[in-house]
T-cell receptor, first 111, second 113 residues
Framework: QKEVEQDPGPLSVPEGAIVSLNCTYS??????FMWYRQYSRKGPELLMY????GNKEDGRFTAQVDKSSKYISLFIRDSQPSDSATYLC???????????FGKGTKLTVNP | DAMVIQNPRYQVTQFGKPVTLSCSQT?????MYWYQQKSSQAPKLLFH???????NEADTPDNFQSRRPNTSFCFLDIRSPGLGDAAMYLC????????????FGDGTRLSIL
């Protein structure tokens, strides 16, 4: 079983839709959870970072962590064409500098 | 703005010809990382420096080397590039604080002729 699983999509939605992106992980030692957005030919850009269960909101983005289920989500409200990108979940164990990435989900928001 | 800067953005080299990619940071972070990312794949960690301490991943080919002459700069050397080394190479940094995330540069896209 891989340490982190992410559906690679692709996912295509109309403008204004609510988008839900998800990852599952296998090891309860993971304590830090990140979502990165990566546009084509660019580096990953940090969107959300959390280290506790529950929700964290930043504008149109909400990150949700459920440690009991080992499940993390990113919700995008009122999606825009500019949100079209690959979204990578990344997790890290306490005491480690290393990230474990999901495969990334490619999202297209159609005008 | 504090940043992670990678040069060049695009690099073309010949099969077997050594190439060096560079990364600089103005974040004053202790940790610097090099990742390889191939098309439609997740970034794969090659190695990282915790200050001057070098940490190599077990599956990183010997063909890949790194240097960190000071806090701000880190280099990736590919001694004899093969066609399979064509990829995006990403540099990232982080601080000692476990509550702080990694920050990435925009990468260098390496092509092998």
């Amino acid at each position: 079983q891989k340490e982190v699983e992410q559906d690679p999509g692709p996912l295509s939605v109309p403008e204004g839709a609510i988008v839900s992106l998800n990852c599952t992980y296998s090891n309860s030692a993971f304590q830090y959870f990140m979502w990165y957005r990566q546009y084509s030919r660019k580096g990953p850009e940090l969107l959300m970072y959390t280290y506790s269960s529950g929700n964290k909101e930043d504008g149109r983005f909400t990150a949700q962590v459920d440690k009991s289920s080992k499940y993390i989500s990113l919700f995008i409200r009122d999606s825009q064409p500019s949100d079209s990108a690959t979204y990578l979940c990344a997790i890290r164990k306490g005491g480690s500098e290393k990230l474990v990435f999901g495969k990334g989900t490619k999202l297209t928001v159609n005008p | 703005d504090a940043m992670v800067i990678q040069n060049p953005r695009y690099q073309v080299t010949q099969f077997g010809k050594p190439v060096t990619l560079s990364c600089s940071q103005t974040l004053n972070h202790n940790v610097m990382y090099w990742y390889q990312q191939k098309s439609s794949q997740a970034p794969k960690l090659l190695f990282h420096y915790y200050d001057k301490d070098f940490n190599n991943e077990a599956d990183t080919p010997d063909n890949f080397q790194s240097r960190r002459p000071n806090t701000s700069f880190c280099f990736l050397d590919i001694r004899s590039p093969g066609l399979g080394d064509a990829a995006m190479y990403l540099c990232a940094t982080s601080s000692r604080d476990p509550h702080q995330p990694q920050h990435f540069g925009d990468g260098t896209r390496l092509s092998i002729l």
